[in-house]
Nanobody
């Protein structure tokens, strides 16, 4: 059973930066496909960025050039560095993990989720 614990959310002004962290336990971290998702009030949960076991990454268009996903296998930790934040980035951010590439899994079928961390960007 994979357990995910996020941290690093908070409130920031537009143009600012935050770094989210997600620590995983319960499964060999290097074998997990991981990603960050977000959900704004009244909206569907959407993918923000993913990272595969080989380190390859994907980003949704709205965050390209501003967000960077990375992982530290030695620390079993996933990161999301968010720069040049915009009001529209405001959402609950969730860490997720799967045994398959996240691009091949329907969001509602993803097996493992963290509890979420709130990011609020004021304009």
């Amino acid at each position: 059973q994979v357990q995910l614990v996020e941290s690093g959310g908070g409130s920031v002004q537009a143009g600012g930066s935050l770094r989210l962290s997600c620590t995983a336990s319960g499964y060999p971290y290097s074998a997990l496909y991981m990603g960050w998702f977000r959900q704004a009030p009244g909206m569907e949960r959407e993918v923000v960025a993913t990272i595969n076991t080989d380190g390859s990454t994907t980003y949704t268009d709205s965050v390209k050039g501003r967000f960077t996903i990375s992982k530290d296998i030695a620390k079993n930790t996933l990161y999301l560095q968010m720069n040049s934040l915009k009001a529209e980035d405001t959402a609950m951010y969730y860490c997720a993990a799967e045994h398959l590439p996240l691009s091949e899994v329907y969001i509602k079928s993803i097996a493992y989720w963290g509890q979420g961390t709130q990011v609020t960007v004021s304009s």
